[in-house]
């Protein structure tokens, strides 16, 4: 009897080591709530960190986090708790670039994603489309302004990944971008991005077992665009400001 | 009437406030105090108070330059006096802080059952507590400092204030400029005879940057300050069940917040009375205008409101009994009276752009109405509205959130009696302009509610309110010239004049 519970106990340690992972909190890799320090950094070297021990949970408190482009790792959760905002740069230089285009959030060829919480991800909209611009007319970028205008979440090569909650609030090109992810699972999403034209919700190409519940885009562009190989496995409660379906 | 013979009251005490400036003025540089940026000088102004104090008082002149400190305790019959020009700089580390141990609190100025005190002059004191709160995080983070972080943020008692008097007598704060500290900016606890005036606050560099807190206080005059502040600009607070705010007129003021421009709460154990607020101004505010909270067994009555302008404000007025007390007391909210003002509401968030932006919570959730809700055992009562004009952008719309009018959806709308009292936190309501429950003797003398765009909702609704009177009442909703905008649940005795 006394083997057995030692036993379970020992099961129970390992079970909350290994399958759930380590909680650790942002501030501990010195990230600053103060929506002025650029979090770039600390916030990568906290994902690589996590990653590394076998995976966990990265929380984010109340306060306004600035960042760059960051990319996730597999098996580690980034949860944003209510009145948290990771907000994005107003800086174009300071984006990730992927084969969907630039990106404040990147992941490829990964599993076990998942992005959590009452928070927010903050798109600086605005301020970037400015930025981009006087880059044009400087010359120091060339082209069409919308091959570099970033999304907020960018994943390609994924599976199981699970947006859960979240407030996405101004992305310049999309809110979320996906192509070849599989079993994606969208929930409890606040979608707004009306200050830009054309800024699009969601964008996805190429992916399979998809689920979408309780999601509500309000965005001048296309609140939700699919090509005709993904896969929609459910969706409940997915609409537009009118309350029509976003299908 | 009471209320003139409050003022009265307070204008006869005004010249019992500290008035050091007929004494000696002695320069700080001549103690060794460095104007340099870089020298720690708590010691040397620690040594050049303790001296003046013995001399029989006097005041200490800062003139031009930065002056380094930690924390430094005023001591009777002396005033810090800064020239323009000069800083007194907080210590970036916190290990300069005293945790002083009568108030359990830190701070940069510290002064305990002193009298006839003051801090005056065109110059700053400057906290730089953003730097040192992160320094006191990561001496956390590196296991040197226990403390059991909120928020992934060392407590605020645990971080120094630029300010902290407690058990006080004759206190005058006059034209200073306060800035950035770690915790809150300036307490005033069971002080009394404090005359704050002409003051400037820049106080929005880290969490708990309140502008002011009166504590428990009495005889206090507040006029012709600024208040710029992350959390609460002005902020009535009481800590002790035994004791009260009283007496108390704020006038001439101005307050920009990314939580509430003025606030009686969240702590309000003993309670607050006989307060008057003449000529406030409050202007990207992400909260309320005005937030009154007894949520821990205190009193709030007899006050006064008597002119806002409110621009660019997340919500207005926020009324609110709660019952977080253990031991039972009765909380109360009576008497209160708020008239002339002209207000406009916020569609996107106010604050956006100042440092330490409020967050974004109780969400989804249209733009919130004003409120004033007690409890079913603890009704607020008497609370008169007169000359009151608000704008809002309206733009409720149901798919993003909802809250019906059916007696099934008004009664679902949780009490929440132990929650933190905030404007927002029953996430969506049930009007646009203003939503009552669990009142009595509310009256509206010409108030004005203008919605900018077409909502959802109705403009006001009432659940369990009694003995209510809308005189004038006015209200405008673009295209909705016929709909019900009166919505009166479970409410006896409602009078529309």
Redesign the interface.
Known sequence: MKNLLLLLLTLTCLKSAGAYGQEY????F?C?????HTNTSSIQYAIDFIAEKGGGKL??????YLTGGIQLKSNVTIVL?????LVASPNFYDYLKDEQGYSLIVGDKLSQVKIEG?G?IQGQDSLLQRNLLSLLEKGYIKGNIQDFQPTLLSLTNCKDVQVDGI?WNNALKAAQQYTRVQNLSLTNL?IKGEQQANAKGIIIKESKGLTLSNI?I?TSGKPFEKDSTSELIKVEKA?????KSIL | MRYLWMLFCLLWHLNSYANNESKRDFPAQSFGISPDGKTLNSRSIQAAIDYISNQGGGRLVFTPGDYVTGSIYLKSNVTLHLEAGASILGSTNPHDYTKDLKVNWQSLIFAIKQQNIGITGAGTINGRG?ITA?NA??NV?RGILVDE?K???VREWNRPENIYFRECQHIVIKDITLKDPASWNQTYDQCQHLLIDGIKVDSK???NNDGLDLVDSKDVIVRNSYFDAADDAICLKSHDKNSSCENILIENCTARSSASGLKFGTVSRGGFKNVTVKNLTVIDTYRSAITFAAVDGGFVENIVVDGMRALNTGNIIYLRIGDRAKDKKNPTMKNITIKNVYAEVALNKPDAGY???G???D??RNISPASIVGLPNHKIQQVTLENVEIVYPGAG????AKRGVTAAELEAIPEMPEAYPEFSQFKELPAWAFYIRHAEGIVFKNVTFKALNQDYRPAIVTDDVQNSIFTATKISEPKEAKKKQFIFHNSKNTKIN
């Open positions: 909190n942002a501030s501990q010195g600053l709530s103060d929506g002025k929380h984010f408190y109340v306060g306004r708790h209510e009145g948290a905002a009452q927010v407030f606040n509500y309000d609409i537009l400001p009118s309350g | 953003f992160m995080l990561n983070q972080l928020y992934d943020r560099s880290y969490w440092s330490y932006e967050p974004i919570e969400m989804p719309n149901p798919n993003f």
